[in-house]
């Protein structure tokens, strides 16, 4: 395979490209478990609705993979996206906000698989603050700047009220934070810099019941 500076390539691709790069570890990830060595981009593509062609030209983007008429070693492959999603080193997350989707998101065990730790949690409850919850101290809110700078931790996820997603936002960002997963049903206001990520459950929900009353079922 040929080594591509993955930080610096000049070529334009949308987030949708990214996000089709993480499915395709994924599966990766589960060919590599069932002992398969070698696979075709029609195999990994299969059930990802996603056809070959676009599985090629995702990956043309970082540099020349497989090879024609053999197709492409999965570990190598595996390793190489791991690279270029920037997964292949560790990544410290802070949360904020311990309610009951904060508190799940502490017991999930899939960001291990992608390098990435819960290492810092804070909530503004007097009741919560302090306590320990999954392995993790819960830290007062107002303590968020000194100890994301301390930390130097660039990415937080946000699990607060509407009201008050902006105020935890601008507090990180002082911090030097550069990547929020938002899950407050707000649009944040942040400077070019900083990439959001808005998980917004109630409109994924409302599409899939839109499409569901447009069958009429």
Same mark, same amino acid.
């Given at each position: 395979?040929?080594?591509?500076?993955?930080?610096?390539? &000049?070529?334009?691709?949308?987030? /949708?490209?990214?996000?089709?790069?993480?499915?395709?570890?994924?599966? *990766?990830?589960?060919? #590599? @478990? !069932?002992?398969? #060595?070698?696979?075709?981009?029609?195999?990994?593509?299969?059930?990802?609705?996603?056809?070959?062609? @676009?599985?090629?030209?995702?990956?043309?983007?970082?540099? /020349?993979?497989?090879? !024609?008429?053999?197709?492409?070693?999965?570990?190598?492959?595996? @390793?190489?996206?791991?690279?270029?999603?920037?997964?292949? %080193?560790?990544?410290?997350?802070?949360?904020?906000?311990?309610?009951?989707?904060?508190?799940?998101?502490? #017991? +999930?065990?899939?960001?291990?698989? +992608?390098?990435?730790?819960?290492?810092?949690? +804070?909530?503004?409850?007097?009741? %919560?603050?302090? &306590?320990?919850?999954?392995?993790?101290?819960?830290?007062?809110?107002?303590?968020? @700047?000194?100890?994301?700078?301390?930390?130097?931790? #660039?990415?937080?996820?946000?699990?607060?009220?509407?009201?008050? $997603?902006?105020?935890?936002?601008?507090?990180?960002?002082?911090?030097?934070? !550069?990547?929020? *997963?938002? +899950?407050?049903?707000?649009?944040?206001?942040?400077?070019?810099?900083?990439?959001? $990520?808005?998980?917004?459950?109630?409109?994924?929900? /409302?599409?899939?019941?839109?499409?569901?009353?447009?069958?009429?079922?």
């Amino acid at each position: 395979m040929k080594k591509t500076n993955y930080t610096k390539s &000049k070529k334009s691709f949308s987030p /949708e490209t990214i996000r089709r790069l993480s499915l395709y570890l994924r599966n *990766l990830r589960g060919l #590599k @478990q !069932r002992g398969v #060595k070698i696979v075709s981009s029609e195999e990994i593509t299969r059930f990802l609705n996603i056809s070959s062609p @676009q599985f090629r030209k995702d990956l043309s983007y970082f540099g /020349e993979f497989g090879k !024609r008429g053999v197709g492409y070693e999965v570990d190598k492959l595996a @390793q190489e996206i791991e690279k270029i999603l920037g997964i292949n %080193k560790e990544w410290k997350i802070a949360l904020v906000g311990v309610g009951g989707l904060g508190s799940a998101l502490l #017991k +999930f065990p899939g960001f291990s698989k +992608f390098n990435e730790k819960i290492t810092v949690v +804070f909530d503004n409850d007097a009741g %919560k603050i302090n &306590k320990v919850k999954s392995g993790i101290k819960i830290q007062d809110i107002n303590e968020i @700047q000194q100890t994301l700078s301390k930390k130097n931790i #660039k990415i937080v996820m946000i699990c607060v009220s509407p009201e008050n $997603a902006q105020e935890i936002a601008d507090k990180a960002i002082k911090a030097n934070a !550069r990547a929020i *997963l938002n +899950f407050a049903p707000v649009s944040l206001k942040v400077p070019k810099n900083v990439y959001v $990520a808005n998980v917004d459950m109630s409109c994924e929900l /409302e599409t899939l019941i839109y499409f569901l009353n447009k069958s009429g079922i």
